[in-house]
């Protein structure tokens, strides 16, 4: 019965009033922070001369030109051009590899169930649900473990895919590849949580009719409901994806450059402390700098973790901000000791990976309101505050079934039902209830970052005021050419 209780301490600490509030936060932070990265991407790409970058026609990859088995003529500027028909199968490729991550979460489900029951049963816990407890934990790392070993496959195929897709320019190549590898990586790292969040409990059926799958019985939330059981899931994948990037960062970068070492120089040279390297040598000794697109998917998972389930985890900002101090030291030391400098590059924008955030910021507002209205119990808390009795007192009670199966013997279960199994009155007043919160909480997140969006512009004055005058300037010194090249012709 302890174990019970503490369960239920922590669904409350997570489960309260103040998540509703926290979330619109949270949303409302994540909308206001990409409104001023286009302010600063805007002064950031006129300071640097990038601002009509993209517009500029880009040619050709030459792998593409290389390879493409026809022409065909440009509709724009009338030329033949290398052409390679679309590639239909790379859809269905796509939706393989989807297909094969659900396989894996349900491998997970089954496992967590089947331990669940042999730990219950074989040992000395005699509480189902802390033997529950257990088998989620060991559920959750185990997770872990396979969602960070096919996210290295996925990039991988990815880079695979993409290259035979054969497209144009290598914008687009780049482009694609990266919406790839986010899908991938979406589905890999949260269909997890989001069967905790929307699926698990929800099919467990009632005694004398339980669900069963392959005959064992679906997975039912614990004592502090399912929320706690999303909280535990978002903090080991969250926080131990993070730890194992670290270390992996630090000791692969010491490790490679400690090879790059040993490479140059044959051992009896590199084992001498008395020789002295020129700048240059020292330099070609380093490693190269393969882009930050690591560093932008990671960044683009954690904030996908910070806000699409902060309902449930409202500790997963605070992890990421001890996280990224971290990374920050890391990758100082990466980029200055370790890599050679890069090879600039220009561009207007930080490319798709910014449609990227705008759609995770879109998911969050949905995604959120979901799980406050049918994954927390925030909803039936406030029904029953507000149509039976305003001091709680009999709230448990108002959650539980009770079953009659004799004069002596009486089941409670949650859920509501009559004797008869059917659900009651209140369950489709909930129903409709929770409906209308969704719709009141995306309505008014969407409506206040559309008013932030309306009154942040996109570029800031003094950059916009810069613009027009460089505009200006063009113009009268095009006018004043003009000028000049009449006066000598007559």
């Known amino acids: 019965m ?68 026809m022409t065909m003529r440009n509709p724009v500027t009338g030329a033949e051009e290398p052409y390679f028909p679309r590639n239909q199968h790379v ?36 509480s189902r649900s802390l033997a529950s407890r257990l088998a989620s934990i060991t559920a959750s790392v185990l997770n872990l473990v396979v969602i960070l070993l096919l996210s290295k496959l996925y990039v991988l195929l ?62 039912d939330c614990g004592a502090g409901g399912c929320l706690i059981d999303l909280a535990q899931e978002l903090l080991i994948i969250m926080v131990g994806k993070q730890m194992v990037s670290n270390i992996q960062e630090f000791l692969v970068v010491k490790l490679k450059a400690w090879w790059q070492r040993r490479k140059t120089f044959n051992l009896k040279e590199f084992n001498k402390e008395e020789v002295e390297l020129c700048q240059w040598e020292k330099d070609y000794q380093l490693q190269v700098c393969e882009g930050l697109f ?30 990224n101090w971290i990374e920050i030291r890391l990758d100082a030391n990466k980029f200055v000791k370790e890599y050679r400098r890069p090879v600039a590059e220009r561009a207007q924008d930080i490319g798709i990976w910014f449609p990227i955030l705008e ?32 001091s709680m007192s009999g709230y448990i009670n108002f959650t539980l079934t009770h079953t009659h199966k004799d004069v002596r013997v009486c089941c409670r279960y949650h859920g509501f039902r009559n004797d008869k199994g059917e659900h009651n009155p209140e369950y489709f ?10 719709i009141i909480f995306e309505h008014l997140v969407f409506l206040v970052g559309h008013a932030v969006n309306l009154g942040i512009p996109d570029v800031p004055q003094e950059v916009e005021m810069k613009i027009k005058r460089e505009h200006y300037m063009a113009k009268e010194v095009l006018a004043e050419n003009q000028v000049k090249v009449l006066v000598l012709m007559f």
């Not at 989807?98 to 089954?110: D, N």
């Not at 806000?307 to 900002?317: K, M, N, S």
């Not at 007043?429 to 969704?438: Q, S, T, V, Y």
Request: with cysteine.
């Open 2 to 69: 302890t174990d019970h209780v503490c369960f239920l301490q922590a669904g409350v600490l997570f489960d309260n009033g103040g998540t509703v509030f926290y979330s619109v936060f949270i949303a409302l932070w994540a909308v206001t922070l990409l409104e001023f990265w286009k302010r600063t991407n805007a002064a950031l790409s006129h300071r640097w001369g990038c601002s009509d970058f993209e517009e500029t026609e880009e040619r050709p990859r030459p792998e593409f030109t290389a390879m493409a088995p």
């Open 158 to 219: 990815a880079k695979v895919l993409t290259r035979w897709e054969m497209h144009r320019t290598q914008t687009r190549y780049e482009d694609m590849f990266i919406l790839k590898v986010f899908v991938f990586q979406f589905v890999n790292f949260y269909s997890s949580p989001i069967y905790i969040a929307f699926f698990k409990g929800r099919f467990v059926g009632y005694p004398g009719k339980y669900q069963t799958l392959f005959g064992v019985h679906n997975e």
């Open 359 to 390: 759609f995770v910021t879109h998911a969050a507002v949905l995604s959120n309101a979901f799980i406050i209205a049918f994954t927390s119990s925030f909803v039936p808390r406030l029904y029953y505050k507000y149509t039976r009795d305003a």
């Open 294 to 323: 690591d560093e932008y998917l990671e960044l683009v998972i954690q904030f996908g973790f910070i806000t699409i389930f902060v309902a449930a985890c409202p500790l997963a900002p605070l992890f990421a901000l001890f996280n």
């Open 429 to 438: 007043h909930l129903i409709a209830i929770r409906l209308g919160f969704i």
């Open 91 to 126: 859809c269905v490729l796509l939706c393989c590899q989807v297909v094969v991550v659900l396989i894996f979460v349900f491998s997970i489900i089954l496992y967590r169930t089947i331990t669940s029951f042999i730990i219950y049963k074989s040992s000395a816990i005699s």
